[in-house]
């Protein structure tokens, strides 16, 4: 079972950044993927970005293409969401999610049932 840390999250004005990061860990895991989704209040936990670990192959909501970009650093296992032109819809909690190599079969890179570890989540608020 590979445990996710989330950290970054915060408050900032409309238009600014922050940088969320996510640290993987376990004992003998490997990921195919790990992703960010996010969950603001009274709304159902929705798709951000995700990325490949073999490959870097990137995937973005509509709704942060151009804003937000995902990276990753296999050495040190960790994630980062870059979010830059904040808006006030992006206030959610942002959970870091992986898809563990051995994921049997298809992967929808989009969908939060194809992650089976998530973190706790990490707080963004984005005011006006």
């Known amino acids: 079972q590979v445990q996710l840390v989330e950290s970054g999250g915060g408050s900032v004005q409309a238009g600014g950044s922050l940088r969320l990061s996510c640290v993987a860990s376990g004992s003998a895991f490997s990921i195919y993927a790990m992703g960010w989704f996010r969950q603001a209040p009274g709304k159902e936990r929705e798709f951000v970005s995700a990325?490949?670990?073999?490959?870097?192959?990137?995937y973005y909501d509509d709704s942060v293409k151009g804003r937000f970009t995902i990276s990753r650093d296999n050495a040190k296992n960790t994630v980062y969401l870059q979010m830059n032109s904040l808006k006030a819809e992006d206030t959610a909690v942002y959970h870091c999610?992986?898809?563990?190599?051995?994921?049997?079969?298809?992967?929808?890179?989009?969908?939060?049932?194809?992650?089976?570890?998530w973190g706790q989540g990490t707080q963004v608020t984005v005011s006006t």
């Open positions: 990325i490949t670990w073999i490959g870097g192959n990137t």
């Open positions: 999610a992986a898809v563990p190599a051995s994921a049997s079969g298809i992967v929808v890179i989009t969908k939060a049932e194809s992650f089976s570890s």
